[in-house]
């Protein structure tokens, strides 16, 4: 089928990945902060600092069980979403049918049952996460499935995973401004309690994800753009077939060791700007809006010359450059010039490996999994997605743990040691990546 998508259609295609980035985001960047708070945030810590087997605080414990329940149920949907045959398509009935779920449980995440440390508060939080992570990838992996059907081409999967890193971004720069929304509510509703406003923030940003995500279901008809047929292959059968691509094996480990990393710097943003060099908590979503922004001026660098040169070289070239940045977390406020210029060197070094790493590890996958599509005569790029999206979860999940886990040996000024191991710990992430990326084959 060589019917393409509009530019319209496009742009209503990369809306639904800013929808759920904004929601996967706000849990990245606000729950340690929101549940366990460095002691200068005026909030108060809301479940108990327990340590077990003297390394995981039950934080990252939480956190880690949510994403093991959604991490089970994604090769699940994917397996339903590529043996659907429904008349309206595999992908978008499903799609459909999360967004409510998944705006409810994300606000949800933010109310814990009690508004001081309580071992019921971690109770809620597992559960509330756990719905969450289920609902919001019953449209996630239908959503990126679509990517392989409705393009045909390598230079239509760049573009559209262009559109895409576009739309995921910007759902980073809002759910990164969640505290500079919260001060608007406390400004303008006379809202006094800073948990409160953080909520109300939550509660719109929500309410505008579940918006946008229903926009590539407005717009876009599946049945008009691809013609893949169902898949008869069993769930299990299905999934050991994609482990059979050495290619993917490769891009699998260094995707899972990428997307920890950030995760790790997501969730420490606003602790390495108030603790580590003693910002204001609302300059995060500046710091994180500046350096996504910047990242905007290298995709045609990144569409172009991937297109001549390959993408590999730009996807090893990124890793390289992010091993430097975690070395800098290390020493942030030790350098010898002010906090801001700190900060900004940090954000704009990292601009360059956001838009690589957003755009073409996308375009990879829908090529291994069209490659294999042909190869094998079975139509289950879903199972592909399921499986790297559950290793991306796994590693966002890593990530949140991690950095929850090293709290325990300082979070707060003048103790922050744990926050400065967070360097450390990406930079072998990131080295990890790249060995790992080097032995890829890239088809020419």
């Known amino acids: 089928m060589n019917k393409t998508l509009s530019g319209k259609q496009e742009v209503a295609y990369a809306a639904g990945m800013m929808g759920w ?36 605080n039950i934080l990252s414990i939480i956190a880690a069980s949510g994403r093991l329940v959604d991490a089970l149920f994604d090769p699940f949907i994917a397996a339903k ?3 659907s045959t429904n008349k309206n398509g595999r992908r978008m009935p499903f799609m ?42 019953t449209y996630i992996i239908p959503y990126n499935a679509l ?28 759910s990164a401004c969640t505290n500079n929304f919260a001060d608007l509510v406390q400004d303008n509703f006379q809202v006094t309690d800073r948990s409160e406003a953080i909520q109300f923030a939550i509660w719109g940003l929500c309410i505008l994800s579940g918006v946008v995500m229903l926009l ?54 606003l602790f390495f700007c108030t603790v580590l060099l003693g910002l204001p908590e609302s300059e995060g979503g500046k710091f994180m809006g500046a350096m996504v922004l910047t990242s905007l001026l290298f995709y045609p660098i990144v569409t172009l010359g991937s297109a001549r040169f390959g993408k590999k070289p730009f996807v090893l070239l990124s890793f390289a450059v992010l091993c430097l940045i975690f070395v800098t977390i290390f020493f942030l406020g030790k350098l010898p010039f002010d906090p801001h210029d700190q900060i900004y060197l940090l954000v704009l070094s990292a601009s360059f490996p956001l838009a690589a790493l957003g755009i073409l590890p996308t375009a990879i996958l829908a090529d291994i999994a069209q490659k294999d599509t042909l190869e094998r005569g079975e139509n289950h790029e879903g199972m592909f997605f399921a499986v790297k999206y559950l290793f991306v979860k796994l590693g966002q999940t890593l990530g949140i743990a991690i950095f929850a886990m090293l709290t ?37």
């Open 147 to 174: 990517l392989a059907e409705v393009t045909h081409t390598p230079k239509q999967k760049v573009k559209l995973s262009s559109y895409q890193q576009i739309g995921f971004v910007l759902g980073i720069i809002l």
């Open 216 to 269: 590539p279901i407005l717009f876009i008809n599946e049945k008009d753009f691809s013609a893949a047929k169902p898949t008869h292959i069993p769930l299990w059968p299905a999934i050991i077939n994609t482990f059979s691509n050495k290619n993917f094996k490769y891009y699998l480990v260094s995707d899972f060791a990428f997307y920890t990393a950030l995760s790790i710097i997501s969730s420490g943003l």
């Open 96 to 137: 459909k049918w999360a967004i409510l779920p998944a705006m409810l449980f994300c606000s949800l995440v933010f109310y814990p049952l009690n508004k001081t440390e309580s071992l019921h508060n971690a109770w809620w939080l597992s559960l509330t996460l756990c719905f969450f992570f289920i609902s919001v990838t």
């Open 408 to 444: 325990i040996y300082g979070k707060d000024p003048g103790h922050d040691f744990g926050l400065r191991l967070n360097g450390i710990v990406g930079f072998a992430l990131c080295l990890v990546a790249l060995i790992c990326f080097s032995k890829f084959k890239e088809e020419k």
């Open 21 to 56: 980035s904004i929601m996967t985001n706000i849990i990245i960047v606000m729950l340690p902060y929101f549940y366990l708070p460095p002691n200068n945030a005026g909030l108060p810590p809301l479940v108990p600092q327990l340590v077990l087997f003297g390394a995981f």
């Open 81 to 83: 979403s590529d043996a």
